[in-house]
């Protein structure tokens, strides 16, 4: 599935509209939580089910959104972090946790 329409919404979360014309909002602590970046992937706890990372609110504020050629978002955050690579799958897939 690939999105024909991603933005952020009013309430300042990201709004995926998928061509099954299915739509996914996700909070900006829900993408980062699950960002895919090798840093925070081995960052364990940031993808254990039983614990919530707490970020401050420049590790939350979506400056900037990029498509990366066909497949996949990329985000960049207010504290600079920018290496997550969300491809379209993965998105769909932490969009349902
Ligand atoms: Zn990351």
């Given at each position: 599935?690939?999105p024909?329409?991603i933005k952020i ?5 990201l709004?995926v ?14 993408l ?30 979506i400056l900037d959104l990029k498509l990366v050629?066909?497949?996949?978002l990329s985000i960049s955050w207010?504290?600079?972090?920018n290496?997550?690579?969300y ?11």
């Open positions: 599935m690939i024909v329409n919404n009013e309430k300042g979360n709004l509209k998928w061509d099954d014309s299915s739509e996914s909002e996700m909070q900006p602590s829900h980062r939580r699950y960002c895919p970046c090798a840093v925070c992937a081995s960052l364990e706890e940031n993808h254990h089910h039983d614990s919530i990372k707490v970020f401050t609110d420049r590790q939350l504020n050629g066909n497949y996949a207010g504290d600079n972090h290496t997550g690579i491809d379209f799958s993965y998105l769909k897939k932490i969009s349902e946790l």
